[in-house]
């Protein structure tokens, strides 16, 4: 498209063009796209089945971990289906609407993903500094307090976002989004008019939520090895540090990914825009796709209740 002082005003209509740069290969794209969704719909639906079949299970830290595979569930199929729709079959256009829900669905199961690994970080921290307390403290009456405490933080803070879209942007350059969904940047450098204050939103919620779950995870972490490497035993030290072992490497993917996209979106100039919406692509479907392989390769609990699930099916 040609640069012009022609604006639009409120298009009831935008369009995705997926991968700048790489249409004519996108319906390979697809491909590993489709894969790693189809694997992190089973195998986070196979945790879900397996925590709520198992009364054992019915724990605080397995009952975040079925929250994390809602929320992955969730947050890959407001993403994925379009985006095959897009590589696929070419449908490129979305109602301005639709693309704002697309949107807060997206941030919203971003947030809420942050604020189960938070809320699992501290039940991990009071599990193993205070053994002897973690029951009390964390009773189902606590956990259902935070799982609505975690979705509504996240919902309240994305929601302005787009409310600062509707009201103060009606007049864009254009209806084409260089990316292959609604992402909250991509959709507010459309408009020909003022962005500062959506773009002070957005870092506001990126640093209200990231920056006060890493802080908080964090130091939780530290106290877990600080009190770790105080015990006497050997034996004691690893089975309480492969407790927190699947929980670190989620962390870890989780926010690394995440910070790279926030980052090179806003300031990333250099960067190619096909490298870019690639990786933050790659970036919301990976946490989904690796949550159930790490938990159940790493939680010795779900591997035998995964064990037990297959070799009753294979009995019958």
């Given at each position: 498209?040609?640069?012009?002082?022609?604006?639009?005003?409120?298009?009831?209509?935008?369009?995705?063009?997926?991968?700048?740069?790489?249409?004519?290969?996108?319906?390979?794209?697809?491909?590993?796209?489709?894969?790693?969704?189809?694997?992190?719909?089973?195998?986070?639906?196979?945790?879900?089945?397996?925590?709520?079949?198992?009364?054992?299970?019915?724990?605080?830290?397995?009952?975040?971990?079925?929250?994390?595979?809602?929320?992955?569930?969730?947050?890959?199929?407001?993403?994925?289906?379009?985006?095959?729709?897009?590589?696929?079959?070419?449908?490129?256009?979305?109602?301005?609407?639709?693309?704002?829900?697309?949107?807060?669905?997206?941030?919203?199961?971003?947030?809420?993903?942050?604020?189960?690994?938070?809320?699992?970080?501290?039940?991990?921290?009071?599990?193993?500094?205070?053994?002897?307390?973690?029951?009390?403290?964390?009773?189902h009456k606590l956990v259902t307090q935070i799982a609505a405490m975690v979705t509504l933080r996240a919902a309240?803070?994305?929601?302005?976002?787009?409310?600062?879209?509707?009201?103060?942007?009606?007049?864009?350059?254009?209806?084409?989004?260089?990316?292959?969904?609604?992402?909250?940047?991509?959709?507010?450098?459309?408009?020909?008019?003022?962005?500062?204050?959506?773009?002070?939103?957005?870092?506001?919620?990126?640093?209200?939520?990231?920056?006060?779950?890493?802080?908080?995870?964090?130091?939780?972490?530290?106290?877990?090895?600080?009190?770790?490497?105080?015990?006497?035993?050997?034996?004691?030290?690893?089975?309480?540090?492969?407790?927190?072992?699947?929980?670190?490497?989620?962390?870890?993917?989780?926010?690394?990914?995440?910070?790279?996209?926030?980052?090179?979106?806003?300031?990333?100039?250099?960067?190619?825009?096909?490298?870019?919406?690639?990786?933050?692509?790659?970036?919301?479907?990976?946490?989904?796709?690796?949550?159930?392989?790490?938990?159940?390769?790493?939680?010795?609990?779900?591997?035998?209740?995964?064990?037990?699930?297959?070799?009753?099916?294979?009995?019958?």
């Open positions: 498209m040609s640069i012009s002082n022609v604006t639009i005003f409120m298009p009831s209509v935008l369009t995705l063009i997926g991968v700048p740069g790489l249409e004519s290969v996108q319906c390979w794209i697809g491909v590993p796209f489709c894969a790693m969704y189809l694997i992190a719909m089973i195998g986070n639906f196979l945790l879900l089945i397996i925590i709520m079949s198992e009364r054992s299970l019915h724990q605080p830290m397995y009952i975040f971990l079925g929250m994390l595979g809602v929320t992955d569930i969730a947050l890959s199929t407001s993403i994925v289906p379009k985006m095959l729709g897009i590589f696929w079959f070419h449908v490129t256009e979305i109602y301005f609407d639709s693309c704002l829900l697309q949107m807060w669905l997206i941030h919203t199961f971003q947030c809420t993903e942050s604020g189960i690994l938070l809320a699992m970080a501290l039940d991990r921290y009071v599990a193993i500094c205070y053994p002897l307390r973690h029951a009390a403290i964390f009773s309240i803070l994305v929601t302005p976002c787009l409310i600062l879209i509707k009201i103060r942007l009606q007049f864009y350059h254009t209806t084409v989004i260089s990316h292959s969904y609604c992402e909250h940047m991509a959709v507010v450098k459309l408009a020909a008019e003022n962005i500062r204050v959506n773009k002070i939103c957005g870092l506001f919620v990126a640093f209200t939520v990231a920056g006060l779950d890493i802080v908080l995870i964090t130091l939780s972490y530290i106290q877990i090895f600080i009190t770790v490497f105080r015990l006497p035993q050997k034996e004691a030290r690893l089975k309480a540090f492969n407790t927190c072992v699947a929980h670190i490497c989620v962390f870890l993917q989780f926010y690394s990914l995440g910070f790279f996209s926030f980052f090179a979106h806003r300031f990333g100039s250099h960067i190619p825009p096909y490298i870019h919406i690639l990786f933050s692509s790659t970036y919301l479907l990976v946490p989904p796709f690796l949550n159930p392989l790490v938990y159940g390769a790493k939680t010795k609990q779900i591997r035998v209740h995964m064990v037990k699930l297959f070799c009753s099916k294979n009995l019958l």
